[in-house]
């Protein structure tokens, strides 16, 4: 479904992205793990196509078309996803409203009709019941005075309803106690398909108990420099990342 | 570039929607003013004596006003001289209905999305269509006067009511207010009138359409909405102006009396020829809009959208009088390119138990500038009064400018006036957000500022809402290139 190759991004002309690569395939679930500022919400950011960046090696390739020549909404148009792991509020647009708008836009985008109020109201009364969420919540200006459980579990419903192919859960499990953890993943899991795929960001493993990993992998100073599977996120979590650093010091 | 610094680039090549102009044949006066040019004016509109005599006795007082300097607004000096006061399209004999109206003039309108045609049909909106300086048509007046609604121009009401229009004209604004409302009364041309009787529920929104045409004119127009007792009547005011590289004059008043337990809504949606992006040409929009509550538990609300002008300065105001009575104001002020905006409202505290509530929000782009300038003042014998004051900008980019201007005057204890105030700017953050959703730039942009507008945009009556909120969209849309 995607893959990246040998990708170099910097800010401000500071490399944070030193040479990733990665395939990703339908029905797969990566997990991107690694101590802070290693470049994680970076790899994210690039993917859903934030301008701060620029690259300057390497490609990107989203089923067969190159990614890095789109625009964010038509990353977007084409089933990328980003959940934020900080969203953004926008005073006095709901959420209903917000969704309604970028839905028929996606629609648009693929020569689709526009959804008419009734088959909107319907789409996202299943979708409210699949990740649990209340009404109240989505007639309330995005994200604005929402706890953070309910951010997270907002960026949620908007993937239901969106039904992205990619799906890129940046740092979702921050702030969230562990009943609002347990919700959120369990969304994660009934959007999961076998021809959808799912890049999960995170620092701890906690997350990866509920949302299981196919691939596990450490990104470090702007690098993967370690991939194995559900086991080697069960391994950080006991050893932390330090062994890796000295891994990575010794070569 | 950033994306901010884009939707800028995008903002300031964006075009005027209503920038022609048709050629009918005018009758004109010659340019400049003198005591001359208002007998003109009378003599054209078959005024009686004591019209006359009040507009002459406006003239004399304008002519030893000096214009006001206080408003936040730069603009060349305006030569009174080279403006034209009067410009009427010809038509060779009063029509008596719509349908002897110069097709030409309907086809102008109905450019502008006000079929009259259409609206005689539909029922919802009457409307009074002025262009240049004269009313051409009102629609719905017959099944508005079985009410004992008057809805007409301002000509005809001098003609058929005079003894209502001798009675308020003047009274809520007076000749020599201002230096704008001084030369209105001299030489405005036409306008609406309305009078609600007592009791009655206006069934209709009534609704006027204001369009400058003929070039180096002024426009003058004078509205004048009376509502008796216990009465009813939502009213609407649209404008829009051909695109001209001078700047034109737009000096109106609008006076509304609101009697015991009456209540008047008045809302307009601002749309005229704002400049080219470098600032050349637009309308210089001075106006003087007030309304009176006179009676007890009478309220006047105020709405405003206003997107057009070259230069605006108006401060649509309420003085409560009646006990009791409530005053509104709620408004959006869009500033793009070299706009200037000076706008905000006055709420004059009067009678006992009066309240007043003030909802401006304010959207700079380009190198505009939007001031907005509210006072609110609680007279000594207005026990128990309440203001809220709430004031937010919005600024894209770092070239425009927003300023709040608030100035309160409390002379009775017992008042509680309360005002807040936000600048905020439109985040690359939102509008990322949004497109990692599907939503392009400036659909984004039109969303976060209608987001940030709703508030007020909630208080239109419907049909100018959608029409208000495809308006903001355009303001603020461009080329995408």
């Not at chain 2, 000076?342 to 509530?357: A, E, F, V, Y």
């Amino acid at each position: 479904m995607i893959s990246i190759k040998n990708l170099h991004a910097s800010i401000e002309d500071k490399e944070i992205l030193k040479g990733i690569d990665l395939e990703v395939k339908a029905g797969e679930v990566h997990a991107i793990m690694g101590p802070n500022g290693s470049g994680k919400s970076t790899l994210a950011s690039v993917l859903a196509g934030r301008e701060d960046y620029d690259i300057t090696k390497g490609s990107v390739t989203f089923e067969n078309e190159d990614l890095l020549e789109l625009s964010p909404e038509e990353r977007a148009q084409k089933g990328i996803f980003l959940a934020f792991q900080y969203p953004v509020e926008i005073p006095g647009v709901s959420t209903t409203n917000f969704l309604k708008t970028a839905i028929n836009q996606v629609r648009e985008a693929r020569g689709e009709k526009a959804l008419d109020a009734v088959n909107f109201l319907k789409l996202m009364k299943e979708k409210m019941k699949l990740v649990d969420i209340d009404q109240s919540l989505l007639s309330r200006s995005l994200n604005e005075g929402f706890s953070g459980g309910e951010k997270k579990r907002n960026e949620i419903f908007q993937m239901a309803m969106l039904e992205p192919k990619l799906s890129i859960l940046d740092e979702t499990d921050s702030g969230l106690d562990i009943d609002a953890l347990k919700i959120v993943a369990d969304g994660v899991n009934k959007l999961k398909t076998k021809d959808t795929a799912t890049i999960v960001v995170t620092h701890y493993q906690r997350l990866l108990d509920y949302i299981v990993p196919d691939y596990v992998h450490v990104l470090y100073k702007g690098r993967i420099v370690k991939s194995g599977d559900k086991s080697l996120a069960l391994e950080l979590e006991e050893k932390g990342y330090d062994w890796i650093k000295e891994e990575v010091a010794a070569v | 570039m950033s994306t901010d610094d884009q939707i800028l680039e995008e903002f300031t090549s964006k075009e005027y929607e209503h920038g022609w102009s048709v050629d009918f044949e005018a009758d004109e006066a010659p340019l400049g003013i003198n005591e001359d040019i208002v007998r003109f004016i009378s003599a054209k509109k078959e005024e009686p004596q004591w019209l006359l005599d009040w507009r002459l006795k406006a003239f004399d007082l304008w002519q030893n006003m000096t214009e006001p300097k206080w408003p936040n607004v730069k603009y060349p000096k305006i030569d009174f001289q080279a403006i034209r006061y009067y410009s009427a399209p010809k038509q060779d004999k009063k029509p008596k209905s719509l349908d002897e109206v110069d097709p030409e003039l309907l086809k102008t309108f109905e450019r502008l999305g006000i079929s009259l045609q259409e609206q005689k049909r539909l029922t919802g909106v009457a409307v009074d269509a002025v262009i240049d300086s004269v009313s051409v048509a009102t629609t719905f007046k017959e099944k508005l006067s079985e009410l004992g609604v008057i809805f007409c121009s301002f000509s005809e009401a001098v003609h058929e009511h005079p003894e209502l229009v001798k009675k308020y004209l003047g009274s809520v604004v007076p000749a020599n207010d201002n230096y704008y409302a001084a030369l209105n009364s001299a030489v405005f041309s036409d306008g609406s009138f309305c009078y609600i009787p007592k009791g009655v529920r206006c069934p209709m929104e009534l609704s006027t359409y204001f369009r400058i045409n003929a070039a180096n004119t002024g426009q003058f127009e004078r509205t004048l909405i009376v509502a008796e007792d216990e009465s009813y009547v939502s009213y609407l005011e649209g404008c829009t102006a051909p695109q001209r590289d001078e700047n034109q004059l737009h000096a109106a008043v609008v006076e509304i009396y609101a009697a015991k337990k009456a209540e008047v809504k008045y809302s307009t949606v601002q749309n005229w020829y704002p400049g080219d992006k470098n600032g050349k040409g637009g309308i210089y929009n001075f106006v003087t809009k007030r309304g009176i509550c006179a009676g007890d538990h009478s309220k006047i609300s105020w709405t405003q959208v206003e997107t057009g002008s070259a230069v605006t300065w108006k401060y649509p105001s309420c003085i409560l009088k009646g006990d009791n009575s409530v005053g509104e104001f709620y408004s959006v002020a869009v500033t793009n390119n070299h706009q200037q905006a000076d706008t905000g409202t006055k709420m004059i505290h009067i009678g006992r138990n009066t309240r007043s509530r003030i909802v401006s929000k304010g959207i700079s782009a380009g190198k505009s500038q939007n001031s907005y300038r509210g006072q609110v003042e609680i007279m000594k014998r207005a026990e128990n009064s309440r203001n809220f004051s709430q004031c937010d900008s919005l600024l894209m980019g770092d070239k425009c400018g927003a300023h709040t201007f608030p100035y309160i005057d409390i002379k009775n204890k017992t008042a509680q006036v309360e005002h807040e105030a936000t600048t905020s700017k439109i985040g690359e953050d939102q509008i990322f957000y949004c497109q990692q959703r599907g939503i392009d730039e400036e659909t984004a942009v039109a969303l976060i500022v209608n987001g940030f507008a709703k508030e007020v945009m909630n208080k239109l009556p419907m049909e100018f809402a959608v029409e208000a909120q495809k308006l903001l969209a355009l303001t603020l849309e461009g080329s995408v290139g």
